[in-house]
Structure formats: C-alpha cells, structure tokens
C-alpha cells in the first residue's frame, strides 16, 4: 500500500513537474513574442508589398499619378515609446513610372525632377504622435532637388495583412512642389502633389 | 515641263494628285486624334504621348503643305469643268483650305512654343527648336485659333469632298476622276 502510495505520490509529482515546465516553456515563448514586438525593433519595407505614388492635376488634363520602381525604406518600431519611432525613404526619382516613357522623361527632366543631377529623393523623420488608436502623424524632412522642408504624413496602421508577423501602413500627404525650386508649368500644373504610401514591413532578423 | 503649250491638260498631274491624296490622310488623321486627345479624360500618359504624336506630324504636315504649295506654283491646273460660279465656289473654298492649314501649322507650332511646360516638338529625335518666348495668355489665344480653324477647316472640307461626290454621282463628269490615282 506504501509503496502504491509513493509511486502514485510520485507519479502526481512528474505530472505537476511536467506542467510546470510546459508551463515554463509557454512563458518564454510569449516573453520571446513579447520582446519581438514591444521594445525598439528594426524594420525592413517589403519592395513587393510597397507602392509609392504620387498625384497632380492640370488644368485641362486628368490628373496624372505615378509610381517609383526603386526605394528603399526603414523604420525603427519602438512599442514601448512610439515617439522614439524613426523612418526613412529613399526614392530614386530616375524610376519615376507614369505610363508613358515620354512624360517619364519629361518628368526625370530639369524641368522637374532633374533626376540626373539629383537621383533621389528622402524622407526623415523627426517626430512621431499617435493621433488615435490606428493612425500616427509623422512629421520629418523631405529633401527633393536637393532641398528639404519639414512635411507631415498622416498614417494609417493597416490590419489584416495576409502574413503574420508583419506590419502595414498607409501614409497620404501633400506637399507644395514650389517651395523645393521645382516650379515648371505652375498653374497650369498645380503647385500641389499628392503622395501615398502604401507598405508592409517584415522584421529584420538580425 | 517638257510639254508646254497653252493649252491646260485634262487631268491633274500624278505629284498633284498624291500630294492632295497624302494631304487627305494626313489631315484626316491629325484632325481625328486631335479630337481623340482633346477629348480624353483618363490616362494622363497615353493622352501625353498622343500630343506628342499629334506635335511632331502636324509640324511634318507643314513640311508637306510647303512642297504643296510650291508644286502648285510651278505646274498648271487641269481644264476647268462646270460652270463659272461652281468654279469660283471650289477655287474659293480650295484657297481657304490652303490659308486654313497654313493657320492651323503655324497655331501649332505657337502653342508649342508658347507653353509654359518645356516639351518640344520631337522629330525623329530631333528637337524643332522653338521661336516664341512662354507665355501663358499667348498660348490660351493659339489654342483657341487652333480649335477655331480646324473647326472651319472640317466644314471646308466636308464642303470639298460633299461637292466633288455631287460632280462624280450628280453630274457625272470627270472633276473626281481627273484626281483620283489609277
């Protein structure tokens, strides 16, 4: 009877050590989960899921929009302190996609883009507010021709992205092209373009 | 220039008559993409480039209403066929046409010089150089001369083709036959 009670005392004991350790197991998995998405983490834009484009009016003419083939982008996630957040763009403005190879060149031209002596364009951020529970406005410096000016973006977390572990944005913004020198055709052309951002971001692994 | 006797020849040379025919399609066709591309209101890029193509024709039509009007100078127009009023209406009409397309090239180009976007007109990579400094209110002006007189020249021309489909089915005498390329 004794030694049934030990070996039932003790078969408890490996079950209750069993769970414990399951237990322990699950504990760390969701603190490595949790360190994955709280603290600062670096993120990298997927170029497949990234799409940045641009939008202007003329008068007389629909409203043209284009799209950049080649940027390169990071943003810096901190969950904890989403203030001490940080992104950056690149766009070479070479890659500048209208759907027609004419008006790209006329855009890559010193009459706007002036793609060859200036080959990219950027944006820094330089603070970040959340303005409600989904969206943030980011404001940063904006150097197109080689001139910067602070410009703002509103931005929209995007949930329900097809792959896990992932984060997505849209960002839309306007900004007055003649304030960075690059004042062709103004007012036929407007002086104002649109831009919008829309991207995803996988964690880099390093 | 071999044969030259007092006497006008019966049909119209074989130069006249493939520069008028040329003329035709030429006109057709840069009257209807001109519509086309006035008219779209989508696709920024394809209606660009149909300006473009638009451009860079019309200012090689120029070229061809040049060496029109010199072949007119140096060779005879056929015998005249019908009466004396029709032939002063087609000749009227025929010189309108001319000083018409004349207008229409020359309000092009203005247009394409005048604008304040830099695009050039293109010409097998060659860059018609422009003579006109940009000017906003200039341009507006030539566009609207452009619109005008190719609205008159469509009526011309229907006037043009409407009468000498009545002289060929109405009257039935040579005035169709004698441009026509056999």
New interface residues.
Partial sequence: MADLNLSQHLTYSRATIMLLVRLLLCAAAAALTLSAAKGRSNWVIDPKKTKISFAVDATGWPKTIGVFHDFDGKIIVDFDKPRQSRVTFTVRTGSVDVGSDLLAALIRSSAFFNSEKFPEATFASTEIEKTSAKTVRVTGNMTVLGVTHPETFDVLVVAGLAEKGRLGYKAVGTFSRSKYGMTTGIPVIDDAVGIEITTEQYEQSN | MSNQTEQPPDEWDVVSRCLHWLSAIWIFALIGLGLVMVN??????????LY?FHKSYGFLFGSLLIIRVLWKLFTQRPKTVGNSLMNFVSRANQLLMLFLLILLVASGYAMASLS????PINIFGWNVPTLLMPD?VMEQTATAVHQYIAFGLITLVLIHSGSALFHHFILKDRTLKRMLIK
């Fill in positions: 779209m209101i989508q696709a920024s890029g394809l209606k660009f480039e473009q304040i976007i830099p695009i906003m």
